[in-house]
Each structure stands twice: as structure tokens, then as C-alpha cells.
């Protein structure tokens, strides 16, 4: 993620400006696929920052159930640097059909931070195609992060929608793998 969050002082203005819209009203839940299989996806988390990260769990619960994914179990590492080392452990079980993981990456000023979140992504990928185990990021990098509540505000609501973001991914290539599995078992596809 790469945007620039704008001063406290400008948003407090605009705040001040913008007419509250009403609710928009909300229909029944969609009826998400069901899966012919039960599914059981692995949660890692992160705990470097971990009340901002929380937000994309619980998002992705909430989701995941609505999905018809109620088989998630939750995994915490100290950082988003060791997400893909326990991905990989996960995926060789062979007990999960997804892994997820989630983490927030910042520019502490002593490494550049983009250097990390490279070897994160690409990690995680070389997981998902070693192990053939689909493997999901909600791992973020912020160009700029301040440790302003401004900012943690901002960050927790932009990771409840990522959460929501990659429960829709997760399910969604879980449902396209298992027509595909199926259709190979069936000589469909060759």
C-alpha cells in the first residue's frame, strides 16, 4: 500500500466540511458457494504492531464464516519476517488447504523496510509453489507510518478491509481449486 496519509490538521478541516451521508441500506447477506470438502485454513499473524493487525483477523473471521470457511486456526510469530518460515511448516502438514498470513511492515529508520516486505512476498510465494498449498498476503507496507493515533486509526480500518479482502481471495481460489481438482479426477482436464 502506498499512500500518504494527509496531516491531522487537513483532515480535521475537511471533517468539518463533508456532509454525513445516511446509511446506505444493506439487503440479506449474500449466499456465498459451498465447499464439497471441508476447508481448514491457517491464520499467521503478526504481533509487531499487533492491535492494527488484529483488525484484518477479526475482519477475516467474520468473513471466512460468511464464506462457509469455519475451520481457521490462528497462528501468532513476533514478526512479518517470520511468517514464511511458519507458512511453509503449516503447508507440509498437509492439514490446511490455505494459509493466510498478515503483518504490517514499517520504516523503523534503521533498514529500509521495502527490502523486507520483498522477501516476505516473494517467501510466501516460493511456499505456495513448493508445497502447492495457496497462500494468501495480507502482509502491508506502508510508505509512511507515524505512531500517531491519526495514523493507527487509519491503519486498523485499512486492514479490517483488507481482512475482508483476503477471505473473499481465500475462498473464492479455494472454490476454483476444487473444480479444478475435480474436473483433472474426472479426465476433464488433463
Known amino acids: 500500500m502506498n499512500q500518504m496519509l494527509q496531516d491531522p490538521q487537513v483532515q480535521a478541516a475537511q471533517a468539518e466540511i463533508e456532509v ?6 444493506q439487503g440479506p447477506a449474500p ?3 459451498r465447499f464439497a470438502k471441508p476447508q481448514r485454513v491457517a491464520f499467521v499473524q503478526a504481533c509487531w504492531h499487533h492491535d492494527v493487525v488484529e483488525e484484518a483477523r477479526i475482519a ?26 511458519h507458512a511453509q511448516v503449516l503447508a507440509k502438514t498437509r492439514r490446511y488447504t ?18 523486507v516486505a520483498d522477501t ?33 486509526d487509519f491503519f486498523r480500518k ?22 479444478l481438482r475435480g474436473q483433472v479426477a474426472a479426465g476433464i482436464v488433463g
Do not use: N
Open 31 to 33: 449466499d456465498h458457494p
Open 158 to 179: 485499512h486492514f479490517a478491509i483488507k481482512g475482508v479482502e483476503v477471505a473473499a481471495a481465500c475462498a473464492e481460489t479455494l472454490l476454483g481449486l476444487e473444480r
Open 98 to 115: 490455505a494459509i493466510v498470513a498478515a503483518g504490517l511492515i514499517v520504516d523503523g529508520g534503521i533498514y529500509r523496510h521495502e527490502f
Open 120 to 152: 516476505v512476498i516473494k517467501a510466501l510465494m516460493d511456499v505456495q509453489l513448493r508445497t502447492e498449498v495457496p497462500v494468501f498476503s495480507a502482509v502491508l507496507t506502508p510508505q509512511q507510518f507515524h505512531e500517531t493515533e491519526v495514523h493507527y
Open 60 to 85: 477475516f473471521m467474520k468473513e471466512a464464516a460468511a464464506r462457509h470457511l469455519t475451520h481457521v486456526d490462528v497462528f501468532e510469530v513476533p514478526g512479518s519476517f517470520e511468517i514464511p518460515l
Open 20 to 25: 454525513p451521508q445516511p446509511p446506505v441500506p
